[in-house]
Structures are given as C-alpha cells and as structure tokens.
C-alpha cells in the first residue's frame, strides 16, 4: 500500500513558475513509478508526466514538453514536477500516482490533487 499527498499549488500569474511535491508514505517508493495527472473543470482526467522507479526515464505529454519537469528523490520518497512558463490552459487540480510502469495509464495509487490556478 501506499499513500500520497501532494502539495504546492496555488495560484500563479500567467508566465510563472510552480513546483510540486507528492510526499509517499511506505518502504517500497523506490520500486514504482510515478506519474502526474491534471484534470481541469468539465474536463477528464489527463496525463501530464511520468517517470520510471530509477528516475532514468521520463516521458511527458506534449502540451507541457519543455516547460515542466518531473523528477524524483527516493531517499526523500517525494516525487516533484516543476512547471515553468505556466498558461491559464495549465489550470487544473493536480494528482500524483504510483504504478508498476511509467506509462500514461494503469496507475494503482492515487493522491487527493492539489489545486493550480493560472491566471492570465
């Protein structure tokens, strides 16, 4: 089992930076991957960014390639996803999760999310 919670959003000017934290409790956060989901208002739920248990691959959906970065400290069991140059289409509630693969699916574990609102 094992649990997330995620924090740092908040609300940011058009052109801003964020990053946020998913803090995972359990001693085996180092053997999944994890990913980040955003699901904004009337909208489902979508991929944002992934990264393998090792931290050695990364994949990103192409609405947020070059500007967010996802990466991970396993001694800390937090993974981050930095997000520069922030659009008002970047406006959503943030979820991270864990799963066996870094893919954009099939995840078993899923935080509460933390709301991003981008101003313009």
């Known amino acids: 089992q094992v649990q997330l919670v995620e924090s740092g959003g908040g609300l940011v000017q058009a052109g801003g930076s964020l990053r946020l934290s998913c803090a995972a409790s359990g001693r085996t956060f180092s053997s999944y991957a994890m990913g980040w989901f955003r699901q904004a208002p009337g909208k489902e739920r979508e991929f944002v960014a992934a990264i393998s248990w090792s931290g050695g691959s990364t994949y990103y959906a192409d609405s947020v390639k070059g500007r967010f970065t996802i990466s991970r400290d396993n001694a800390k069991n937090t993974v981050y996803l930095q997000m520069n140059s922030l659009k008002p289409e970047d406006t959503a509630v943030y979820y991270c999760?864990?799963?066996?693969?870094?893919?954009?699916?099939?995840?078993?574990?899923w935080g509460q999310g933390t709301q991003v609102t981008v101003s313009s």
């Open positions: 999760a864990a799963g066996p693969r870094a893919v954009v699916a099939g995840y078993d574990y």
